[in-house]
DNA sequence: GAGTGGTCTAGACCACGGT
DNA sequence: CCGTGGTCTAGACCACTCG
């Protein structure tokens, strides 16, 4: 009986220091303010940088602190929740939906979005970039790949790219009588121009929002989201008033 | 003239590696196939083996990758799409909805689902625990929250747990009808219990499907389904049948 | 320029899966 | 047992932000 049985499976140090930091966050923290710097938080918890940091990591990813070269590390605010879908089978761009137009260009989309598009594989389409701002911020980017096909009034006159021509897109888009949407949502990892535009670093975790649009029976328009994971929680159906999850942890026995 | 611009913007050594391992998996592996070890690829590329790991992590994030203890590195099939949210307004437990009960406790919940139970923080509630499987392995866990009064006429006389009792929950859970239904989903890290459940590490990156089932005006249950992010894309609306993303990355314009 | 997080190194040992 | 990936260390330097 004299050996008290400490850690009979020995948790990783990086993860014991994730729950230690995680409750340290719900009870002496507060949202904005900055934590010690990593290497007195190493020294502090006696352990490498390279530990400490795979703990705040994880923090990180769980969208409980926000990390920033040059500035620090601070307490996040809870995920905001973004509504996507709402259900109503709606085209992009209508009415007050949350996006707002960025430019449009006319190229040759990556082999998969090709590929679903139905379209030959070199054939070019037009792409309208969108962002998405929430709390002040940037959330989301996206692109909407729309074939030549559907879109074919479009006047390429007058306005050759730039935000006028990517709602010159939607509108045409929206003429099409939508007859149905197909979505999914995947973990991702944002590319350079993504990353820059989230403000991240490449390879920041990102929520894929992909949407094919069907119209007359085909694939009208394909949408492919990108969203920032560490801060939101997107929502479908209705309102984003849920707020379950990454409250103090306690296990359900 | 003389300077070659080389690398104006340097990007990282493990983002470029990423990069260059990446195209390497589409035109020189096929899915299953084992990498070389570690410590050889780090050789081979001149870079230290934590480097390496960094371009591994992001690749395996991305589900390109399966690494496992012991065993190696393999390529990973592409995800697949998993369905959720048919749409149509169902109680969980309706004829073959891919889960799986396992068993049910009464326990409290944590605190953040209390909240959303809009019960008391302190009671207890029925917690039916649910798998889910897909090509052959566990993709999901999932925690549903049930209210006594949810159930008021559970009889918790002749099964007082295991996957009898989940099944009379279920059941009589679905006598309700079912006024709507609110859906969040977001990033998290598997819990220890989870990451078991999943065979994967605490930690490991997870798609957290939250709903909430509403009847009677009040919250009747919540589910928390947690999916593994690596192998699943989750698809809403119906057919899982959409392949865009994940393939050689190409720019558009 | 001072201070922050981000990248990288070259080692060591551990935990696990198969033999 | 060996080989694998997982954890950890103690350093170094770089890139960025801000006063």
Redesign the pocket.
Known sequence: MGTTQLES?????????RTVLSEALDSEFSVGE?????????ARF????????????QL?LEGRLQ???????TVAPPRMGVAVGTEQHDWPGTAGDAWQSVDCTHAVPPAAVAAALESGSEEAVHIVRRSRTGNGQQVAAELLYVPAASVPDLTAIDAPSGPARARAVLRELQRLELEGRERSVELGSARADDAKELDR???APVLVVTTRFVARGRTAAISVATYRADTCRLTFGDSGGMEIHHGPERQAS
Chains 1, 2 share one sequence.
């Open positions: 499976v020995p948790e990783p140090k990086y993860w014991h220091l900055v934590l010690p710097n990593e290497r007195e938080l190493a006696g352990v490498a940088r390279a530990t400490l940091r795979q703990a705040l990591e990180e990390r920033r070269r040059g500035v620090g590390t670093l490449p390879g």
